[in-house]
């Protein structure tokens, strides 16, 4: 029970200021403009911050060691997830056209504006270098094999697999404040504690600045586009039944901490990543479908967390 209380509180935490992104906007405080300042923000500036502040705090060299082979099972169950797409999509007859905006959607999830708050809000600051390991595997595989599908729904999308273009995007802010954490936890280098405060302050900005951006997204959908279909039903079941549960099987099979195992499950489970609606505009492709399902898989996710919680309780 106490369990359930917990994540109920929690996703109500992430509700409220949802909400209020949502209010905002309606009453013309929020636009367009506010949301991409507010994206540009995370992805550029307390994303970065934050993963330097969290690695340095989170571990040392004995300690990244023991969790980095954990890595393996974010890469390992959205490929199996992905593989799993290619027949599903054909099964139930998605159109050519948009089969690889669904394949993408199938396995990627939103590591950041929807992960991040909620595995914060559920176990707090020590699960950050988790989300983060979830987030360089999923930021990787969506840039690549994701992004080399939505351009094959329309000819003459650049198609290349790696291009600059693709690792530009791969090697983004986040993984970059990522990856220069790890460099210094390796070589045992701690920063003053001005350059940290600042890092956890700047980095504190993360969750209300994403939960905002997700608010004013749901105001710019119609519950009018949202219709249950074949397509829809398929992608519930991969964002919310077969990822999380790859990644629970995975973990019988590799030892790894119970955090990270409850980390993984949660980002495994999260709504379809929101560079889908952004990759499909850019190839004038089914951009539309991509942003119906981002916005109700990102609704259907707060109702699924508790549930989650309940399931994981005995980890």
């Known amino acids: 029970m106490d369990v359930v209380l917990h994540a109920v509180q929690s996703v109500l935490s992430i509700v409220v200021m949802i909400a209020l992104g949502y209010y905002l906007t309606r009453r013309g405080m929020f636009n367009e403009g506010v949301s991409k300042l507010f994206s540009s923000l995370v992805v550029n500036v307390s994303l970065p911050a ?3 502040s969290s690695l340095l705090t989170a571990f040392d060299r004995e300690k990244l060691y023991s969790a980095g082979t954990g890595i393996f099972i974010p890469f390992a169950a959205m490929l199996i997830c992905y593989l ?4 599903i ?3 139930i007859k998605v159109r050519p056209e948009r089969r690889g905006v669904f394949h993408a959607m199938f396995f990627a ?3 950041i504006f929807m992960g991040m708050p909620v595995n914060l809000a559920l176990f707090g600051e020590q ?3 988790y989300v983060l390991f979830y987030y360089a595997a999923n930021t990787t595989l969506f840039w690549t094999i994701g992004m080399y599908g939505i351009s094959k729904d329309r000819k003459g999308c650049d198609d290349r697999v790696i291009g600059m273009d693709t690792l530009k995007r791969i090697f983004s802010p986040p993984l970059l404040g990522f990856l220069a954490g790890l460099f210094l936890v390796l070589l045992g280098i701690q920063l003053p504690s001005f350059i940290m405060d600042s890092c956890k302050y700047i ?5 209300p600045l994403s939960l905002l951006f997700i608010g004013i997204t749901f105001s710019t959908i119609s519950i009018r586009d949202i219709r249950l279909d074949k ?3 398929a992608l519930l079941f991969g964002r919310f039944v077969l990822s999380p549960l790859v990644v629970y099987i ?3 099979f590799i030892p790894m901490p119970s955090l990270m195992i409850k980390v993984f499950i949660i980002q495994s489970a999260m709504p379809v990543i929101t560079q889908a609606a952004i990759a499909a505009r850019a190839c004038e492709v089914d951009y539309h479908y991509a942003t119906v399902m981002v916005t109700i898989t990102t609704i259907l996710s707060v109702l699924f967390i508790p549930v989650y919680m309940v399931l994981m309780s005995g980890i």
Do not use: E, Y
Request: no cysteine; hydrophobic share 55%; net charge negative.
């Open 50 to 52: 934050m993963m330097i």
């Open 84 to 87: 799993a797409a290619i027949p």
């Open 89 to 91: 999509a054909v099964l």
């Open 109 to 111: 999830s939103n590591t």
């Open 127 to 129: 699960s950050t270098p």
């Open 203 to 207: 980095g504190n900005l993360t969750t």
């Open 231 to 233: 397509d829809m039903a």
């Open 250 to 252: 995975l973990a019988l």
